[in-house]
């Protein structure tokens, strides 16, 4: 398997998270472990996990969620994302994972560049797959950040909202509708139900306290790679939709928008 440092382009962000570009920062300097990420073509069937399976993504899942909890132990008002994307990158090495989103998109064609960071950090109105960077955090910010850590072949993904200070009502009640838009979904997942079921759930509450639900990212299967079958809609009419069978593993990660649900790519 290839390493960073014969592969990252010389002219982007380094992985160490310096704000320089790679060829004036580690490139040549043999310092770089972390092995890029092999990436496969989606494929349309649903991975069914085996037991062996569920087992290592129940320990690249409890990892993840270890390091969220540090997250919100550190976070707060002056810290920028890159250093949390700094804690995030050295806790997972140090517990002998690999954190999946840093290189993520490495071979996918000359237009795409590798995801340049270890996590991703969308705060305010940045729905998702925000990259880290040196803005320090403000009173009034709510912020995302969302890890994925590969833990000896097998992922776990997962996000979290952090508010900031003091923040407007109505962004708290955001905040807060969004966590029962997932708690609801999660309650909808059970053998014979639909995919289309949790989306019905999500854009119900979500609608019913003046929000909308966004249509261009979504839910993921996960387990084996980073992202698998099926894709999980956050919105959508009961009993639609992929049926869910035992031993699947995806992500609910509904995206709540104050306003309209449109968003710029």
Known sequence: MKTAANTIPRNSPCWCGSGKKYKKCHMGKGQRQVPLPETKPKGRQ????????????????????????????????????????????????????????????????????PFPKSVCSSPNNVICHGIPN????QSGDIVNIDVTCDLDGYFGDASRMFIIGDVPDRTRELVEVTRECLELGIEQVFPSNTLGDIGHVIQQHAEKHGFSVVRDFAGHGVGVEFHEAPQVLHYGQPGTGFTIQENMVFTIEPMINMGSYECRV
């Open 46 to 113: 649903v991975i069914i996990k085996t037991e062996k399976q569920i087992e290592g993504i129940r320990k690249s899942s409890q990892l993840t969620k270890m390091l969220l909890d540090m997250v919100e132990e550190r976070i707060g008002e002056g810290v920028t994302s890159n250093e949390i994307d700094g804690w995030v990158y050295r806790e997972t090495l140090a517990n002998g994972a690999i954190p999946a989103p840093l290189n993520y998109g490495h071979g996918q064609g000359r237009q795409r560049m």
């Open 134 to 137: 040196n803005h320090a955090l």
